[in-house]
């Protein structure tokens, strides 16, 4: 069965911390997303990833950093965070252009 | 440059069918997917699309694409209240690997 996890379904961070939210993958997939929910915005893309240490922004990157060691991880980074990225956030693989995107359970991140 | 639009919410009783409706921008759009998120959980593939078909069938579910206009539908039959959900439609194409997502929009059931 695929398998996509998130390391934590809820966070409460302050502001100013730095963040790091881990994503694994174990279907030996390229591509690597992260995505931010929002209400009525849908799912935004913040970073993806199509190969280890390769990374392209999406279209909110701003205040967000992502780091790719390794094939299977895949991590978002807050370097300070703050209230406006309180969000649910949505990690995704998927193994080629096209093809179908398995998704994380999502991690519930409030900054106070 | 691309989006995905989709009305937020529809709300539709028991045992009737609903159809969620979505445009798109980007007419070189490749595969056009439907994805189903129930409270709580990541989003599961239901069904998806090449650019190059009308229609697909899949037990409950249809989707139709009208490629001339950039209008894609899902259509549920015998609505049940486990289809309450968010359905996101979502395009990519072969000159990208990102995919994009509409906002959503919410299935309610009354019955």
């Known amino acids: 069965d695929v398998k996509v996890t998130q390391s934590s379904r809820y966070l409460v961070k302050r502001t100013g911390e730095k963040v790091f939210l881990e994503c694994v993958q174990d279907?030996?997939?390229?591509?690597m997303f992260w995505y931010r929910q929002d209400p009525g915005l849908g799912l935004r893309l913040i970073y993806f990833?199509?190969?280890?240490?390769?990374?392209e922004k999406g279209d909110i990157p701003e205040g967000y950093s992502v780091s790719r060691e390794k094939k299977e991880r895949f991590s978002l980074i807050l370097e300070s965070a703050s209230t406006n990225q309180t969000s649910m956030y949505l990690c995704?693989?998927?193994?080629?252009?096209?093809?179908?995107?398995?998704f994380g359970q999502g991690t519930r991140l409030t900054v106070v | 440059g691309e989006d995905v639009e989709q009305s937020l919410f529809l709300s539709v009783r028991e045992g009737d069918s609903s159809v969620i409706n979505c445009t798109y921008t980007?007419?070189?759009?490749?595969?056009l997917y439907w994805y189903k998120q129930e409270p709580g959980a990541g989003l599961q593939l239901l069904t998806y699309?090449?650019?190059?078909?009308d229609m697909k069938q899949d037990q409950r579910l249809t989707v139709l694409l009208n490629k001339k206009d950039k209008h894609l539908s899902l259509r549920i039959a015998d609505t049940q209240t486990g289809d309450s959900a968010i359905y996101f439609c979502?395009?990519?194409?072969?000159?990208?690997?990102?995919?994009?997502f509409g906002s959503g929009t919410r299935l309610s059931i009354r019955p």
């Open positions: 979502a395009e990519t194409h072969s000159s990208a690997s990102k995919i994009i």
């Open positions: 980007d007419s070189s759009s490749t595969y």
């Open positions: 990833s199509y190969d280890v240490k390769m990374k």
């Open positions: 699309i090449f650019s190059n078909m």
């Open positions: 995704a693989s998927s193994s080629t252009v096209n093809t179908e995107a398995f």
């Open positions: 279907m030996d997939h390229e591509n």
